[in-house]
């Protein structure tokens, strides 16, 4: 999929529409000061800090209701470049508006979804892996280590690329943090530059019959291991995400009418426990695997982090803590086959109830296919 639509000078990317609760953030890097917002059914939505619209950042962000853009199947997106801001009578240019036409997750008919993780910096390969429906899809995951870190800003840069060719600002996507992401200079930002709920990297979604929680392992050794060098406090954040994910389950928004797919997107499959020093959390884990298991019964898991491409059922190679439910592990660099690496991605499609998952290559081909139980 390539994005045909010429984007105005100011725009480093096409917009990337990820889901977050029931909203949208449609979200642009940009490459200098703009007065930025969007327009959907005539109402008009601001990037906005308690009132005061924001001109000194390079990324937007502007949240819409997703019953909204749903409904209006297009979104347009206005700015004002800023010639010079001052307490009284700020300067702008002319303003600028560009319209996107916008597809919901289909509500009749099979339901295509792509998965990436571990792209680690890499954009050509995973950009051609992800396109395998085309403009087929529904829905992008973009499921952790993106990036290779936050050592540099411009990495940032990678995750709305890689939605930009796969989507073209057409389509929903959802974001989850990977372990990677957590490591460089720029990593206490990363919330500036990703989809989050009120800045946390964990959350709940709605796309039609689908409803999703996003879940964030943080680092994959103790905060204390050396290569941190006392950067991370993932234990405390851990246990403040094991609140949030009882209040989702004691709440039960997942029993919605119409909820047909339950999904927990999380990089880092943490019903595998592994060898030493990533065998962390056991009992942590364990209690998340219990909650998901006793209360919210997802249809499945989808990770990344393992750098292979599985599905491990209950009982199976990759259950060290119980799961609750099938795990698919789902990207993969593949080594140098005539002269040429690969990647291998994950399709996932769903139709009456059933749930199919494909692993593709960067050529579309179909390496292994299986039904979910």
Known sequence: MKNNKPLPAEFITAPAVFAVGNCYQIMVPVSCELLFGAEIGGKKYYDHSNGIIRSDTRIHRVSVPMEALDKTGEYTLFFNKVIKRKP??????????????????????????????????????????????????????????????????????????????ITCGEHPCVFSRGNHDLRGFYAERLADYCPNDNGKSYYTFRLGKIWGIVMDCGEDKVDSHEEYGKTVACSQFRREETGFLKSVTEKGEYLSDGIEYRFVIVHNPFTYTLEPPFDIEQELFTEWAD??????????????????????????????????????IGSRNVGKENGEAGFIGCAIMLEDGKITVAFTDSKHNITEKTDLP
């Open 291 to 328: 909650i998901l298991k006793n209360g919210i019964k997802p249809n499945a898991i989808i990770s990344g982090h393992l750098h292979e491409t599985c599905v491990s059922e209950i009982g199976g190679r990759l259950d060290s803590k119980g799961q609750p439910c099938p795990v698919i």
């Open 88 to 165: 009284y009578y700020t300067e702008t240019e002319d303003e600028v508006r560009l319209t996107y036409k916008f597809f919901p997750v289909r509500s009749e008919g099979r339901i295509n979804i792509y998965h990436l993780s571990d792209t680690h910096g890499s954009f050509s390969l995973p950009a051609e892996t992800g396109s395998f429906f085309g403009d087929g899809i529904d829905l992008l995951i973009l499921n952790g280590d993106i990036l290779d870190h936050s050592g540099e800003i411009e990495n940032f840069l990678l995750t709305f690329k890689l939605c930009e060719a």
